[in-house]
């Protein structure tokens, strides 16, 4: 009976696993303007949370932040890549790099849709403890 009871607990305890593992990504799936070689991207929805989306293609709309907020910030051989501050979704700020091929846009308050793929970079927060902040690598604006 006790061995029963064991595998019953463990059995429960891998199907909470996998439930709670389970990705809620259920964004509407795109393919913007085809491109050879391009990516299908993910529609952000306002209710999702970007970090699961790590790794991923996605586009949302947003604009360019008027007020920049305080970021963790990757950083190559020659600093910090040339990046933008994008408002999205309520409140929402995200970082996001570009190299010189996207087109700069004006500093206007325009809804914008911004196209790339989801990173995040980890570090010592300032009340201690591991901080995670995500970021997109920009491929294109529209």
């Known amino acids: 009976m006790k061995r029963f009871i064991s595998y019953f607990a463990f059995a429960i305890v891998i199907l909470t696993i996998g439930s709670s593992c389970s990705s809620s990504k259920t964004s509407t799936e795109t393919s913007p303007k085809s491109v050879a070689g391009e990516h299908r991207y993910l529609e952000l929805l306002p209710e999702q949370f970007i970090g699961d989306f790590v790794g991923e293609y996605v586009w949302f709309e947003g604009k360019r932040s008027l007020m920049i ?19 999205y979704h309520n409140g929402q700020q995200i970082v ?16 914008y849709k911004f196209y790339g793929r989801v990173g995040s970079i980890s570090g010592a927060g300032k009340g201690g403890g591991t901080h995670t902040e995500y970021y997109l690598d920009l491929i294109r604006i529209e």
Request: glycine share 6%.
């Open 96 to 111: 996001a790099y570009y190299n010189d091929t996207i087109k700069k846009f004006e500093e206007n308050n325009r809804l």
């Open 69 to 87: 907020e305080q970021h963790m910030m990757k950083s190559g051989i020659d600093g910090t890549p040339p990046h933008i501050y994008i408002d």
